[in-house]
C-alpha cells in the first residue's frame, strides 16, 4: 500500500494567489514526521516544513503552513502569495520510527504559478 | 548554498567502466543517505548509513557500492552500470537523535546527473 499519497499530478496558482497541494498518508506507527520538499528544475531537494506526529500545532515557516489533520492522516501543505519561483515539483514525505526512520516520498505535484 | 555537497554534477561512463560518486558535509550529521531518482519520480533510497555503518541496504544490485570513510564523507562506488542505472543520484544526511530521529529532516545535495551509455 502506498505509504504517501499525493492526489494532484499538477495544479496552476496565479501569482500572489494561495494554494493547497493535498498529502495523505498511511502509517500504524504512532511516532512519524511528515516532511514537504521542493524540487526546480535544476534538481535540488529543498527541505521546506516539518510536522511530528505529536505536535498540536500546525507548523508554518514564512509563506509556507502545513494543514495537519492526525485523525484524516492528511498533511497539506498551503503556500501564500504564490511566487514565480515557486514553480516546482513538491514532494510529501515521512518517517516512521517503527520503519527504521526511512524517508519515503510521495508521487509529487508539479506546482506552476502564472504572471 | 547547500550544506551537502556533490561531486560530480555530471557524469557520462561506459557499462565497462568504474567510476565514484562523493558526498561530503560538515553539519556533524551522523547518518547519509543515497537515494536515486529518475525523471519525473520520487526518490528512491538505495543504503543508509548511521555513525559510518551501513544499516539499511534496499536490496541494491551489487554494481553499486556504498561507501562510509568518516562521518562527513559517503561515496558509491560504480561498476558495470547498465543503461537503466541512468538516473540523478542524490546524497542526504540528517542528525540521529537518540529516540526522535523521525523528527529529524534530511538535508540534500545537489544531485549527481549519472548517464550510462
Known amino acids: 500500500a502506498q505509504k504517501i499519497t499525493q492526489t494532484q499530478p499538477g495544479m496552476f496558482v496565479q501569482e500572489k494567489e494561495a494554494v493547497t497541494l493535498d498529502c495523505t498518508y498511511d502509517t500504524s506507527d504512532q511516532s512519524y514526521g511528515l516532511f514537504w520538499y521542493k524540487q526546480p528544475s535544476s534538481g535540488e531537494m529543498i527541505f521546506l516544513i516539518y510536522q511530528g506526529s505529536y505536535d498540536e500545532q500546525n507548523a508554518t515557516e514564512g509563506r509556507y503552513s502545513l494543514n495537519f489533520q492526525k485523525a484524516r492522516k492528511s498533511a497539506n501543505l498551503v503556500i501564500s502569495a504564490s511566487q514565480l519561483g515557486d514553480s516546482a515539483m513538491y514532494f510529501c514525505a515521512m518517517r516512521e520510527a517503527l520503519e527504521g526512520n526511512k524517508l519515503v516520498f510521495g508521487a509529487g505535484t508539479i506546482l506552476r504559478v502564472k504572471s | 548554498d547547500t550544506e551537502v555537497t556533490q561531486t560530480p554534477k555530471h557524469l557520462v561512463m561506459g557499462m565497462t567502466n568504474k567510476k565514484s560518486l562523493k558526498c561530503e558535509q560538515h553539519m556533524g550529521h551522523r547518518a547519509m543517505y543515497w537515494y536515486k531518482q529518475k525523471a519525473k519520480k520520487p526518490p528512491e533510497l538505495m543504503f543508509v548509513?548511521?555513525?559510518?555503518?551501513?544499516?539499511i541496504n534496499e536490496s541494491v544490485p551489487s554494481r553499486f557500492s556504498p561507501e562510509c570513510p568518516n562521518s562527513s564523507l559517503l561515496n558509491l562506488h560504480l561498476h558495470a552500470l547498465q543503461p537503466e542505472d541512468s538516473a540523478l543520484y542524490l546524497c542526504a544526511s540528517s542528525q540521529v537523535l537518540a529516540t526522535e530521529s523521525f523528527n529529524s529532516p534530511l538535508h540534500f545535495g545537489n544531485g549527481t546527473r549519472l548517464t550510462v551509455t
Open positions: 548509513y548511521s555513525y559510518e555503518k551501513l544499516s
